[in-house]
């Protein structure tokens, strides 16, 4: 082959196989995912629930307040900080880094929980 | 009803003296029943219905002065406990406007809202208005620190105040302070006066007599309740050091919207019902949130306070009423009457 001919049998190649990547992307990058890493914690009398919640690096945590009166979620160390939520009212937030995070009810203190995000 | 109330009150006293116990050593006794609680009002006092009916027209024969305490409006409040706050509150407001003696004024011990909410201080001040007593003192609760740490709250009620909105004042020789106990609370922790505050409480305290009545009020309770529900004051010993050497302290607390009492000393503690929810006893179920009474039985459980303060004697008369009269058959909740006196 000429050079010019192996270099628009090159790009034709290198479009060839990009048509394909993002075709595929889709499907590819669902099977590369992890299976449902989010979790829930919800808020019954006063408690959270479960007290201590494990997820991956990525993950949405979401908080949903079941009681009559409203609460907070309020990392201790200023990580993340809720507005007050009143019944079936949520908060989610999404861990990037690994740690363990302590969190409390800014309104009723005593309501203590734990995220551990490996 | 006039005289039945003065009448209960000699009465109680009779039966101490025959009891070959007298008042002093009544409360001393009870001083030494220890720090927990010497009593929970639960109705079944001879004459609580008379509490019901009138609201300290005769403790106040000879009183100098009195003032209101409400406490917990939860304005902005509507789930089943109570869906209409601003109508119970609205008949606490009517009690205390019927009254034959007239407040000088009013304390509202915090939660004044439900969600801190501009809407509802707005309900609030507007029911408020109709209270004939004009002036009317106020402490947050937890619930009017929520959106922004309080600031419109200071905003509004604020005047004159402190820090998280603490202050004192004197009224007819009786020595007031509003403490904060609901900003910056720790995780695990219950309420909390915090460093700043309490150097300026026992500054503001220097110099004064002895012999001067202290009134303390704050939302939550500055004794210990009950911990696991955050009942409580972690610094609260450290306030109470500092008025060890008066002759006569009260304390006037809200935050579990139902009255408890102890006497430790000279102080009295007292916690006072709400206007808009009642809550569980301490541990009897899973948690503190509003409790669910039958809809004809919420306003016996809901209620203000009365306290009447004599000089000559320097004591405080503090008399609960439920916001219904209650038949005495069925009462339940509020209705008796503490006298102390300084024990000189």
């Given at each position: 082959m000429t050079r010019k001919n192996m270099g628009i049998t090159s790009l034709a190649a290198l479009v060839a196989i990009a048509m394909l990547l993002f075709a595929g992307s889709g499907s590819v990058a669902a099977s590369d995912q992890p299976p449902a890493a989010n979790a829930d914690v919800t808020i019954d009398n006063f408690v959270f629930g479960p007290q201590t919640v494990t997820v991956p690096v990525g993950a949405t945590v979401t908080w949903i307040n079941h009681d009559d009166i409203p609460h907070t979620v309020v990392s201790t160390d200023g990580v993340f900080k809720s507005k007050v939520r009143d019944t079936d009212e949520k908060f989610s937030y999404t861990f990037t880094k690994a740690g363990t995070y302590a969190y409390y009810c800014s309104?009723?203190?005593k309501m203590t929980g734990t995220v551990v995000v490996k | 009803m006039s005289g039945k109330k003065q009448d209960l009150i000699d009465q109680k006293l009779q039966d101490l003296n025959d009891d070959g116990i007298d008042r002093r050593g009544f409360l001393k006794c009870m001083a030494w029943a220890?720090?927990?609680?010497v009593w929970t009002l639960?109705?079944?006092?001879?004459g609580s219905r008379a509490f019901a009916k009138s609201s300290g027209k005769d403790a106040a024969k000879g009183a100098d002065f009195s003032f209101v305490q409400i406490s917990?409006?939860?304005?902005?409040f509507n789930k089943l406990?109570?869906?209409d706050v601003t109508a119970t509150l609205q008949t606490a407001i009517n009690k205390i406007n019927a009254m034959p003696h007239k407040p000088d004024f009013i304390i509202h011990t915090g939660?004044?809202?439900?969600?801190?909410?501009s809407s509802e201080f707005d309900t609030l001040d507007q029911v408020l208005?109709?209270?004939?007593?004009?002036q009317i003192y106020f402490v947050p609760g937890e619930?009017?620190?929520?959106?922004?740490?309080g600031e419109q709250y200071l905003q509004r009620y604020?005047?004159?105040?402190?820090?998280?909105g603490w202050y004192s004042f004197d009224h007819k020789g009786v020595h007031f302070v509003g403490l904060v106990n609901v900003a910056n609370l720790k995780a695990g922790g219950m309420g909390s006066l915090g460093h700043e505050q309490l150097e300026w409480f026992e500054d503001d305290l220097k110099?004064?007599?002895?012999s001067t009545p202290i009134v303390l009020f704050a939302h939550?309770?500055?004794?210990?309740?009950?911990p696991d529900w955050?009942?409580?004051?972690?610094?609260s010993e450290q306030a109470l050091s500092y008025v060890k050497r008066f002759g006569s302290v009260t304390v006037l607390n809200g935050h579990i919207h139902q009255i408890m009492q102890k006497i430790e000393g000279k102080v009295s503690f007292h916690t006072a019902m709400s206007t808009a929810f009642p809550q569980p006893a301490?541990?009897?179920?899973?948690?503190?949130g509003p409790m669910k009474v039958p809809a004809d039985q919420l306003q016996r459980v809901l209620g203000i306070t009365d306290v009447n303060y004599l000089v000559s004697g320097r004591s405080l008369a503090v008399i609960d009423s439920p916001l219904a009269d209650s038949d005495p058959a069925t009462a339940n909740g509020a209705g008796s009457a503490v006298v102390d006196s300084t024990l000189e």
């Open positions: 309104v009723h203190p | 220890g720090t927990g609680l639960s109705g079944g006092i001879p917990d409006s939860h304005i902005g406990a109570n869906p939660d004044l809202s439900q969600l801190s909410k208005k109709g209270a004939s007593a004009k619930h009017d620190m929520l959106t922004d740490n604020g005047k004159g105040t402190k820090g998280a110099g004064r007599s002895a939550i309770p500055l004794w210990t309740i009950y955050g009942w409580g004051t972690d610094d301490p541990g009897s179920a899973p948690s503190a």
